[in-house]
């Protein structure tokens, strides 16, 4: 885990008339004192030419032993930037914390907001105050496996790892409408404790300008979907995996890792929006057999929670048939693939345990404005963005989540494929009469 460094000490400086001098904080002599040290720990205040915002520029991998790494600059716009490739995002961080007089322990935590992800850790330490010192070994631990926010009296139940979590754009669009009076908590939970964690409202004005101006808009690719050939009989399990692996790949770079399927004969991936939601836009692809592929995000759609790759490369591999005409039905054989935990060429299977919209208490859980397609089939992290296939081999929904974390078994969740492409406004295309309830041309024989 990349730790935030706190600075837990504060030195005061009293300015006489020769440290009000100017003074090079740049040179050898000055570059240490207290008043360089500080100013050079602030970052450097700028304006990102993409978005027009105010921010704050801090350098996130300069060398170990500089001086100018210590104060992340809470509650701003901050443009986090690579001093070595150029690449950076823009975030906002807060912090919460608490100290003890007496004893001289501390306590808080620290969040990082960007228009995707949340991040999150607690830390604490020792130290001595007025009366005694304490000796409390510090540590830092990520977020639990489930967080809450509660925003103008709607809450939103997010799932993670490693104290990452995907933002709703339901969300999203709250803080958005946020005022001066808005009330914003955080909400952790590990075993019977609970803590709340108070967001301060210039954190919430700069969240505000963040969603409003950061949020990149993205126009529609024009896609050609072809009714696809399929047999009349139903797979098994074996069948389904040697057919339909060859056109799924695990996504990877730096930042995340996740699944795709083949969507055209033009090389388009499609996967999860929070699959490529850290920033990076470059993309390997790994395909069956140890295929290796350069791709590049072309289309998110925060709503509905899926994006799509080009690669140029993946153009020989065959598109996976897609069901596009009809929802499934409860009770329906499908079959899960993907790269769990980055194990590629993983499959699962189960039933279709319900079809439904994200109301009650999956409302703040699952994207919003979609049909949601619940199985029993596992589906772990790696897994999102793959494809759940029914017993023809046909995609009915994209792997997008589960619900564990030790309270509940086998809920997971795919978003529905007929959803995706109405919101791409694709419709299937065919010269032939005999299609089946999913939109594809069924045959005796050996198919897709």
């Not at 100018?68 to 950076?88: H, T």
């Not at 100290?99 to 935590?109: L, M, N, P, Q």
């Not at 489930?146 to 669009?173: C, H, M, T, W």
Request: one cysteine or more; glycine letters at 8%.
């Amino acid at each position: 885990m990349n730790k935030l460094f706190i600075p837990l000490l504060f030195t005061i400086a009293i300015q006489s008339p020769i440290n009000a001098a100017k003074v090079n904080c740049d040179s050898a002599v000055w570059k240490n004192k207290p008043q360089c040290k500080e100013k050079n720990s602030r970052g450097t205040k700028a304006v990102d030419k993409e978005t027009g915002l105010e921010v704050i520029e801090f350098v996130k991998d300069l060398d170990w032993k500089s001086t100018k790494r210590e104060k992340i600059p809470w509650s701003k716009i901050v443009k986090v930037k690579s001093a070595l490739d150029g690449n950076y995002e823009l975030a906002v961080f807060d912090r919460d914390y608490a100290d003890s007089f007496s004893t001289g322990s501390k306590e808080g935590a620290v969040t990082k907001w960007t228009t995707d992800q949340l991040r999150g850790y607690t830390y604490s330490a020792g130290g001595c105050g007025f009366w005694t010192c304490t000796y409390e070994r510090a540590s830092i631990n990520d977020f639990p496996g489930v967080v809450e926010l509660y925003i103008a009296e709607k809450s939103f139940r997010l799932y993670g790892d490693n104290g990452e979590y995907v933002l709703p754009q339901a969300f999203i669009d709250e803080v958005k409408k946020s005022t001066e009076i808005t009330e914003f908590n955080l909400k952790l939970k590990s075993g019977s404790k609970s803590v709340v964690v108070p967001i301060g409202s210039e954190t919430i004005n700069s969240l505000k300008r963040l969603f409003s101006k950061a949020i990149q808009t993205w126009d529609k690719p024009q896609i050609n979907l072809v009714a696809s050939k399929v047999t009349k009989k139903k797979l098994n399990t074996e069948e389904i995996a040697n057919k339909t692996l060859p056109s799924v790949v695990m996504l990877k770079n730096e930042r995340g890792l996740g699944s795709g399927f083949i969507l055209d004969n033009t090389g388009l991936v499609i996967t999860n929006r929070h699959v490529v939601s850290g920033g990076d836009k470059e993309f390997q692809l790994i395909g069956d057999g140890g295929i290796k592929a350069q791709g590049k995000v072309i289309y998110v759609d925060r709503k509905l929670d899926f994006a799509l790759v080009r690669s140029n490369e993946l153009r020989k591999i065959k598109p996976l048939p897609i069901c596009y005409a009809s929802y499934p039905t409860p009770g329906q054989n499908v079959v899960a693939l993907g790269s769990p935990e980055g194990l590629a060429g993983t499959i699962t299977r189960g039933i279709v345990s319900a079809v439904r919209y994200p109301t009650g208490d999956l409302e703040g859980v699952a994207p919003n404005y979609v049909t949601l397609i619940q199985t029993d089939a596992s589906i772990s992290p790696g897994n999102s963005g793959g494809p759940l296939v029914n017993s023809k081999g046909e995609v009915i929904g994209i792997n997008t989540f589960n619900i564990d974390y030790g309270k509940s078994q086998n809920l997971n969740f795919a978003v529905s494929m007929v959803d995706v492409l109405k919101a791409l406004e694709i419709r299937g295309k065919s010269f032939k009469s005999n299609l089946n309830k999913c939109g594809n041309i069924e045959k005796s024989g050996w198919f897709f």
